[in-house]
């Protein structure tokens, strides 16, 4: 008789143990499990940014729940009663008249409604800045040019929430936004009054609208997001997150923290403070007082009436639009004057930024994989061009300020508008310039650091009367960050004609990419290579002039030493 004695396990004990232990059992999801708490993920204050949309996404998906048990998506019409005292008696849409139930009767309405619209507010402003990392920091490049068309889609999707979201509570402000709404739908040609009888259920305001932005707002939108979202983090965890350039730092390589504890602990903390700072703010800084505004009525238009700030730039386009670009061609209008500011404008933007990414690694022919990050000193054109889109977004959203402006500095709504419209073309070309000679003085200055060191403000003079000035030089780590980096070269192509004189085919094309890619990379500054350092090391026996022991004696101030030659 055999015996065989089984092998020993560590059985769970703990409650939660014993939970992971039979989930796992049905699902081997402990593999999965084991490792992600494993994965190394580098650590960059800015990596948090993204986190900031996630969390005010997290926030609004909550407090939205907590307000679709009371809104009532209806443009039924009632007489209000009930607080504010203003309010009362007065005719209004359900939806109007649950928002300020809302506000008003239900405990804690007040607080998770603003608590919802800072949410917004955030979670937009979390996308940008987000974004803006991404861009400045090249790490939209390959492999992770899928992952800047879903977080692009994410950003239109988001401003669709924030849009069909502050249009439900049907107040003066939230109709007149859809009435702007109604303009540049019309204003497409051929379909557009269609679209609009289609989106309206009839001729504008309609009783439809504010039902179908409700389905829109709490389930379509936020479904897709949630969706999103998912394929989003899916993607930064199978592409690896990007590093910043640092001492030891390749492409091959992640240098970070494990996921478990270090990251998640951290991921957790930033939870807590943004919940924190959303519930402060929704708690003492009232947003969207829709009692001050009224019910919707599409006579009144209140000045002073401005979007949420991510829709500002829409706003502030159709204000700079000259109004005179409007023709009755045939019977029928062409309203170029909403169709440019509205349609064309804003389809630029987008069109830019989702295809910057194929765009520049077309004009850089590199098809290589990036997971370190680019200083942006170090893509001058590009950081040049984030900053030139950047300027003329905050010119557009300053242009839907305009009566703001002129009211609160007593200027002429005019001269305004005008200096609006000649700053939106020379502005960003100003700014893309500006940027574009600081990245490059920056270039300049690190060569000029990593070649001489840094400046240490002491005067030496030597006993034959010559005076210099001790340069420190710079250790590993700063001169591997200044020097590690490609400065690329303009594309070069094929001649126009082959060998016996033949025009060969596809050459305007290449042409035109290679004018672009000119443009991107005629000016450059190398990074100081390896010959560059040793030569100006051999003649630099200043920089390394510190004193030691058995060295040659300085002078320095007015204490006189001697220096051996
Ligand atoms: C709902 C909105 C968004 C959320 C919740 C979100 C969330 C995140 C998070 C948490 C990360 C990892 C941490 C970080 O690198 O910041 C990340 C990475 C990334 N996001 Fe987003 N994001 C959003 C929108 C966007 C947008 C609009 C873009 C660009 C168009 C974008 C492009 C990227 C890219 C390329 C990465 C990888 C970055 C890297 O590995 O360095 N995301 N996102």
Known sequence: MSTTTPPATAEP????????????????????????VRKVFPDHWSFMLGEIALWSFIVLI?????????????MALTVYHGAPATMDGQLMSAAFASTLDMSFEVRGGLLMRQIHHWSALIFLAGIVVHMMRVF????????RELNWLVGMTMLILGLGAGFTGYSLPDDVLSGNGLRITDGVVKAIPVIGSYMSYFIFGGEFPGEHIIPRLFTLHILVIPALLLALIGLHLFLMVLNKHTQYPGGGRTDKNVVGYPAVPA???????????????????????????????????????????????????????????????????????????????????????????F?????????????????VLDRPRNVPTRTGLGVAFLTAFIILALAGSN???????????????WAFRILLFVG???????TKRICLGLQRKDRELVLHGHET?????????????????????????????????????????????????????????????????????????????????SHGEHDALEPQHGAPELVTGTRSVEREH
């Open 13 to 36: 004990t703990t409650p939660v143990g014993k939970a992971a232990d039979y989930l796992d059992q049905r699902t081997k999801v402990g593999v999965l499990a084991k490792q992600l």
């Open 62 to 74: 909550l407090s939205g729940f907590f307000l679709t048990m009371f809104f009532e998506p209806s």
């Open 136 to 143: 400045f920091t090249g790490a939209f490049r390959k492999p």
């Open 263 to 353: 990251f998640a602990t951290k991921m957790g903390g930033n939870f807590f403070i943004v919940f924190g700072i959303l519930a402060l703010m929704g708690g003492t800084m009232a947003i969207n007082n829709v009692w001050n505004y009224g019910p919707y009525d599409p006579s009144p238009v209140s000045a002073g009436a401005q979007p949420d700030w991510y829709m500002l730039f829409l706003e502030g386009s159709l204000r700079l639009m000259p109004g005179q670009t409007e023709y009755v061609i045939g019977g029928y209008t062409l309203s170029l004057n909403v169709l440019i500011p509205a349609v064309v404008i804003p389809g630029l933007l987008f069109t830019f930024l």
């Open 355 to 371: 295809v910057y990414p194929f765009i520049e690694a077309r004009v850089t022919g590199d098809r290589r994989e990036h997971h």
């Open 403 to 417: 009566d703001l402006i002129a009211t609160h500095f007593a200027m002429s709504i005019n001269d305004i508008t």
């Open 428 to 434: 960003p070309w100003f700014a893309f310039w500006v």
């Open 457 to 537: 403000g002491r005067i030496v003079r030597f006993a034959n009367g010559e005076y210099i000035e001790v340069h420190k030089p710079l250790d590993e780590q700063e001169r591997w960050l200044r020097v590690n980096y490609e400065a690329h070269k303009p594309l070069e192509i094929e001649p126009a004609t082959d060998a016996r004189g033949v025009r060969r085919k596809g050459y305007k094309k290449d042409r035109r990419w290679q004018r672009l890619s000119r443009f991107f990379y005629e000016d450059r500054v190398e990074p100081v290579t390896p010959a560059e350092l040793a030569a100006a090391h």
